[in-house]
């Protein structure tokens, strides 16, 4: 499943879509820089009641929420086992997921990267539900 949206455009039918799977762990985003990883999951935890701003975890690698934990996994090595006390009840959101072991048996993987016409493409390349 694929959903394009040009630059700023609301990205509430993929969040839509993510929601209505059931008991979803995690969100494990693969691409480009600048792709739209860090806004989708800016819309996704406001859709799930997160009141405080999400900001890209680039620096800190990892950023805890109430209801959500963000990960950039760009500078990791191996997997998720030293973060995983802070998942519970949490959904927990993966940036750069492919360059480490991510041992969530209920996730999407999605794939984000402009398309030729510089809209911002979500393509979801895996469901494990």
Not at 5 to 23: A, G, T
Not at 104 to 129: G, S
């Amino acid at each position: 499943m694929k959903f394009t949206f040009k630059h700023n455009e609301n990205l509430k039918p993929l969040v839509d879509y993510v929601l209505q799977r059931k008991n979803i762990e995690a969100i494990l985003l693969n691409g480009e820089l600048g792709a739209g990883k860090t806004t989708f999951t800016s819309e996704l935890a406001k859709a799930i009641g997160e009141r405080k701003q999400i900001v890209s975890p680039t620096f800190n690698t990892i950023l805890v929420y109430d209801k959500l934990v963000h990960i950039d996994a760009y500078k990791l090595k191996g997997d998720l086992f030293a973060y995983e006390d802070y998942f519970e009840n949490k959904l927990v959101v993966v940036e750069w997921s492919d360059l480490i072991k991510c041992n969530f048996k209920k996730y999407l993987k999605i794939n984000v990267y402009f398309d030729k016409d510089q809209n911002h493409v979500f393509e979801i390349v895996e469901e494990a539900l």
